[in-house]
């Protein structure tokens, strides 16, 4: 009498010789490297998780180095929003094993990041105060909230840009090394 069998065992039956190549195991791999990587990225940007929480899952996860430090970046430069001082946490401790010379390079890019924004604020403030004075608004008690107008959301995207452009020209010199 024929046996009759379900789905699943005519699809690992046809399956059982298969094999993984070595470039199909990497790409899983990395994969599911990315996927533990941005898990831990959501739950530090959330709130669940603090600075020490993360570093400890990140030192704890067992991946190469270069692959997980390379993916962690990526994640970062996708989620990136100047305004989070988290993503430059997390940023520190992913960076904190490279040689002095792209660490310093990176505490460069950072310190000319931020001495563009305050560049740009004193800018936008002259500019909107100027304007306010050309309409007759204008006085000691007068105290500019540079968040709430729209040229300081212009100038942050404007300082976004031109930051990740070289952030990803400093990833692809780390990468050369």
Not at 43 to 52: A, H, L, M, Q, V
Not at 61 to 77: E, G, H, P, Q
């Amino acid at each position: 009498m024929a046996i009759i069998k379900s789905a699943i065992e005519l699809a690992m039956e046809r399956t059982k010789n298969i094999v993984l190549g070595d470039e199909e195991k990497r790409a899983l791999a990395e994969k599911e490297t990315e996927n533990r990587l941005r898990s831990i990225v959501r739950r530090y940007f959330s709130g669940i998780t603090d600075i020490d929480g993360a570093k400890m899952e990140l030192d704890g996860f067992d991946a190469d180095k270069n692959l997980k430090r390379s993916v962690m970046i990526d994640i970062l430069m996708e989620d990136f929003d100047i305004r989070n001082e988290r993503l430059f946490e997390l940023l520190d401790i992913v960076c904190s094993d490279l040689d002095d010379s792209l660490k310093d390079e990176l505490e460069m890019l950072k310190k000319r990041f931020a001495e563009q924004m305050e560049r740009k604020e004193i800018l936008i403030k002259t500019d909107i105060t100027e304007r306010l004075n050309k309409n007759g608004i204008s006085g000691d008690g007068l105290e500019l909230n540079i968040k709430a107008w729209d040229e300081w959301e212009a100038g942050l995207k404007e300082i976004q840009t031109v930051f990740k452009g070289r952030f990803a020209e400093w990833k692809k010199r780390l990468v050369k090394t």
